[in-house]
């Protein structure tokens, strides 16, 4: 049996879908680009001594960082969409964004040891 929404109920599912994909979208930049950026420069810069191997090392580890994130998002969008047409989309939103949570809570401790 094939279910058909009202337009109204269709429209305002996508609104939140792109919504909170969004917020996903800020929250993965800030904890890639803004938390993890000051974390594995103290790692590399301060913990380790990797003498002129610290830049490399660092630079393959955001790339390996943007991939990530690109993955995460590219990934979340349709499992987030699902979600809505299961009428799971607060519970899915939590799934993906709880892991960004801690990430970036482990990111900022990191810096204070």
Known sequence: MIDHQP?????????????????????????????????????????????????????LTMVALTVGMVTWIAVGEPYLAAGARAQRLLRRFAYVV??????????LVIPLL
């Open 7 to 59: 337009a109204e109920r269709t429209w305002l599912r996508s609104v939140a879908v792109w919504g909170l994909w969004l917020a996903v979208l800020a929250l993965a930049a800030v904890v890639c680009y803004v938390i993890w950026l000051r974390a594995f420069f103290e790692i590399y810069y301060v913990w380790l001594n990797l003498g002129d191997a610290a830049r490399l090392a660092y630079e």
């Open 98 to 107: 709880v892991p960004l949570l801690i990430a970036g809570t482990v990111g």
